[in-house]
C-alpha cells in the first residue's frame, strides 16, 4: 500500500519552496538537507547577495537564510508534524517493483511514494596554480560572479575580466558590453585556447573586447575591503581590474537521477514535462537541475510548486477514487 510521503532531496530555494509547498498541502514530507560535505557542494552556500529578488539583498547569506527562516517557521507552525528534516546526503535511490521508492541515505532508508529531485548545480571555478581556492574569497564577496541575470548590474562603471574560453563566456563579455558602461572589458582564456563560434568572434571583433590567452597565477586585493586590483598573469603582467565575471560552464547534480535511466539533455540537465515530472512515473526534478529553464531563485520556486501541487493532485485524486469505490461497496 502507497504511504504517499514525499521526499525531497535538496535544501537550496527549489528544495525548500518544495516543502514548504507540501507541507501547505497537508502532504507529508521528508527533506534530505544534505550533510555538512555536500552542502559545501551547493552553488547557494557560496551565494552571499541576491540582487534581483525583493528584499533578500538584506540577508547575510541570500539564498541560505531565507530558507532556514522558512524552515523553521514551519517546525513551529501547526503542521510542524507533516515534515521531516534529516540532515544526510542520498546515497542511492531504487524503484520498488509497486512503483515506489527506497530512499538510502547515511544512516537510513526509506520507503516513499514520490521523490523530488533539487539537487542543483554548481558553477565549474578556473585552477589557480592547480587549485579552485584562489577564486573562492573574491566570490564570497561577489568581486568574483557567475550569472549575467542575477551580478551583471554589478560591472557597471568598473574594469572587469570574463574569465572563460568558449561561446558561452564570449557571449558573457558582449552581453556586458552592451548592456553596462564598464571603464574596460577584457577577456581571459587562463591559458585554455579559445572556442567562440562564428558569430561571437565576429561580435567580440566589432566591440574591440581584448583577449588574454595567458594563464593566471594569482588574484591581487584586499578580501576584507573587499576590493580587487588585478590578476597576476604567467608572463608577469599585471592586467588591473575590480570584477571578474567566470564562465566555464555548471556541474549539474544529476548522479541519482543518472541512477534510475531519468532522460537527461546533452548537458546533463534533467528532461522534464511542464510539471516537473520526468521519465519515471512520480520522479520530479525542480530547480536548477531542470533542463530548459532558468537557473533563477524564482523560476525554482515557480518548478516546485507545480510539481507539488501535481502530486498532491495524484494523491488526492487516489484518496477520492478509494472513496467512491468504497462508497459503490456500501450501496451494492
Not at 599585471?238 to 570584477?243: A, E, G, Y
Not at 534533467?270 to 510539471?275: F, L, R, S
Amino acid at each position: 500500500m502507497k504511504n504517499n510521503k514525499i521526499a525531497i532531496i535538496g535544501a537550496g530555494s527549489a528544495g525548500v519552496m518544495a516543502a514548504l509547498r507540501a507541507v501547505l498541502n497537508n502532504d507529508k514530507v521528508i527533506l534530505y538537507t544534505g550533510n555538512a560535505k555536500t552542502k559545501k557542494k551547493a552553488r547557494g552556500t557560496w551565494v552571499g547577495k541576491v540582487h534581483n529578488v525583493p528584499g533578500f539583498s538584506v540577508y547575510k547569506k541570500a539564498i541560505v537564510d531565507p530558507n532556514k527562516i522558512t524552515l523553521d517557521e514551519i517546525q513551529e507552525s501547526e503542521f510542524k508534524n507533516n515534515i521531516e528534516i534529516i540532515n544526510e546526503t542520498v546515497s542511492d535511490i531504487k524503484v520498488r517493483e509497486d512503483g515506489s521508492f527506497t530512499i538510502e541515505s547515511d544512516s537510513r532508508n526509506e520507503s516513499v511514494s514520490y521523490v523530488v529531485l533539487a539537487t542543483g548545480v554548481m558553477d565549474v571555478q578556473p585552477e589557480i596554480n592547480g587549485s579552485i581556492r584562489p577564486i573562492f574569497p573574491y566570490a564570497n564577496v561577489q568581486l568574483a560572479n557567475y550569472c549575467l541575470r542575477c551580478d551583471g548590474h554589478l560591472v557597471h562603471q568598473k574594469e572587469t575580466i570574463v574569465l572563460g574560453h568558449n561561446t558561452s563566456a564570449a557571449w558573457t563579455a558582449i552581453i556586458l558590453k552592451e548592456r553596462y558602461d564598464t571603464l574596460s572589458l577584457k577577456i581571459c582564456t587562463n591559458g585554455e585556447k579559445i572556442n567562440f563560434n562564428e558569430e561571437t568572434s565576429k561580435l567580440i571583433s566589432l566591440y574591440d573586447i581584448p583577449i588574454e590567452t595567458q594563464p593566471i597565477i594569482d588574484f591581487n586585493g584586499n578580501k576584507r575591503e573587499k576590493k580587487l586590483e588585478y590578476v597576476v598573469l604567467e608572463n608577469g603582467e599585471l592586467v588591473h581590474t575590480d570584477m571578474i565575471f567566470v564562465s566555464l560552464g555548471m556541474i549539474v547534480y544529476n548522479d541519482l537521477a543518472l541512477k534510475l535511466n531519468v532522460e537527461v539533455d546533452d548537458r546533463g540537465f534533467i528532461i522534464t514535462n511542464p510539471k516537473g515530472e520526468t521519465n519515471i512515473d512520480n520522479f520530479y526534478a525542480v530547480g536548477d537541475v531542470e533542463a530548459g529553464y532558468k537557473k533563477q531563485i524564482y523560476t525554482g520556486w515557480d518548478r516546485a510548486v507545480d510539481a507539488l501541487d501535481h502530486i498532491n493532485l495524484k494523491i488526492r485524486k487516489e484518496r477520492r477514487n478509494k472513496r467512491i469505490k468504497n462508497s459503490y461497496k456500501e450501496v451494492s
